[in-house]
């Protein structure tokens, strides 16, 4: 059951929505979501402090499929979009993941899956630097400099790539601001939980 009695209804305004949370909450479960966000918080700092020239390898492998099939999925948009939607790929699935958890009245969910996206934003961030001065290995094999790089081609296209570390550095501090948000988010749910947890 949740806090609220009444269905949700266009009444219920947006702050309502965002901080119903169940009251009927196991301990146990309330402690393994802590214990849940605790984790994410030290990844999603080890994410923040990490250098914009090397990537993170385990996040990056959280997304790197949905990068792939962002590809695909864009495909029929043209060019501009196949190439960005390796990119747009990662992040939508967390999107969507995120709505679908909060549609469902799974809120501490939703902000898991939005602290999720930052960080893909932050890995994203990381291949956009890489764009300025190619050394990272890509999939296909080889770096930027010898084979196709999706932010070389985008930057060149729209003539941004003596800018692409600027941009690269504003990604991931948008990345980690929304990383942070979510965090507390589900933080604050938690804790609204906290003096409603159920001894079972």
């Known amino acids: ?5 009444d269905p949700v209804d266009d009444r219920v305004s947006l702050r309502e929505r965002l901080l119903d949370v169940p009251w009927d909450v196991p301990r146990p479960v309330w402690y393994g979501r802590l214990g849940l966000l605790a984790v994410i ?3 999603a700092t080890s994410v923040v402090l990490s250098r914009m020239t090397e990537p993170p390898t385990l996040l990056h492998l959280t997304v790197i499929l949905f990068h792939e099939a962002g590809h695909v999925i864009f495909m029929p948009f043209g060019e501009a979009l196949r190439v960005a939607g390796g990119t747009l790929g990662q992040l939508l699935m967390p999107l ?5 958890l909060h549609r ?7 902000a ?6 930052g960080m893909s934003v932050m890995d994203a961030s990381v291949y956009a630097y890489d764009a300025a001065d190619p050394l990272l290995p890509l999939i296909g094999g080889g770096t930027g400099s010898d ?3 999706d932010f070389i ?3 060149e296209r729209y003539g941004q790539l003596g800018h692409a570390r600027g941009w690269a550095m504003a990604m991931k501090a948008l990345g980690a601001i929304a990383a942070c948000v979510a965090l507390a988010w ?3 749910l938690l804790f609204l939980q906290s003096d409603q947890l159920e001894d079972r």
């Not at 898991?112 to 996206?117: D, E, F, P, S």
């Open 112 to 117: 898991i899956c939005l602290a999720w996206m």
């Open 104 to 110: 469902r009245g799974d809120n501490f969910g939703a």
């Open 96 to 100: 969507v993941c995120a709505v679908a």
């Open 153 to 155: 081609f985008l930057f």
């Open 1 to 5: 059951m949740s806090r609220r009695s």
């Open 147 to 149: 084979s196709f790089h």
């Open 186 to 188: 589900a933080a604050v």
């Open 41 to 43: 918080a030290v990844w």
